[in-house]
T-cell receptor
Framework: DTGVSQDPRHKITKRGQNVTFRCDPI?????LYWYRQTLGQGPEFLTY????????KSRLLSDRFSAERPKGSFSTLEIQRTEQGDSAMYLC???????????????FGSGTQLSVL | GQQLNQSPQSMFIQEGEDVSMNCTSS?????WLWYKQDPGEGPVLLIA?????ELTSNGRLTAQFGITRKDSFLNISASIPSDVGIYFC?????????FGAGTRLTVKP
């Protein structure tokens, strides 16, 4: 399968614990996005990378959140000191940047469902 | 928060019926995308639109990029049970892609 892969699919943690999610994008894609989705809502943008550079962060991304893409391939999203409000589906998407954000298509992974107890 | 207004929020239709849903925005977008999401899965891209006025089909699905670049619609013809799911519109301008809140479609056999 050459789609976007996310691991784990589900994560249950206690409040205050740290969690880390991994995303492997489609191999030739240079742009990688993280989104968060809560029940009954569409995905909300968190951050994106062009190769290894993190170019934008949403205001939703508090200081407890950090994302990395060290070699421009896979990415990790870490949440420190989790809170119950962090419970959501965390989606990763990748795209092949076509210049000036035109003609861009995002392909999503299956997501990581986080439950903070 | 969401900047796209997607309607209707939900639809209950009989198998074989046609379906129409739309998205509007106060902002201009360069690209409109339509996705379908099944429970517990990520959104799957259905149709991408890149030019104002563009009308694109993918099987029984047809979508249009509004002339004003502030709206888009998706039509599904002759619905079948596997069309069940949540449909999201997404608009992109510069480096920002925003999603609607989704239209939940239920198809009765």
């Amino acid at each position: 399968d050459t789609g976007v892969s996310q691991d784990p699919r589900h994560k249950i943690t206690k409040r205050g614990q740290n969690v880390t999610f991994r995303c492997d994008p489609i191999s030739e894609h240079n742009r990688l996005y993280w989104y968060r989705q809560t029940l009954g809502q569409g995905p909300e943008f968190l951050t994106y990378f062009q190769n290894e550079a993190q170019l934008e962060k949403s205001r939703l991304l508090s200081d407890r959140f950090s994302a990395e893409r060290p070699k421009g391939s896979f990415s990790t999203l870490e949440i420190q000191r989790t809170e119950q409000g962090d419970s959501a589906m965390y989606l990763c998407a990748s795209s092949l940047e076509g210049g000036l954000f035109l003609n861009e298509k995002l392909f999503f992974g299956s997501g990581t469902q986080l439950s903070v107890l | 928060g969401q900047q796209l207004n997607q309607s209707p929020q939900s639809m209950f239709i009989q198998e074989g019926e046609d379906v129409s849903m739309n998205c509007t925005s106060s902002s201009i977008f360069n690209t409109w995308l339509w996705y379908k999401q099944d429970p517990g899965e990520g959104p799957v891209l259905l149709i991408a639109l890149y030019k104002a006025g563009e009308l694109t089909s993918n099987g029984r699905l047809t979508a249009q990029f509004g002339i004003t670049r502030k709206d888009s619609f998706l039509n599904i013809s002759a619905s079948i049970p596997s069309d069940v799911g949540i449909y999201f519109c997404a608009g992109q301008s510069n480096n920002d892609m925003r999603f609607g809140a989704g239209t939940r479609l239920t198809v009765k056999p």
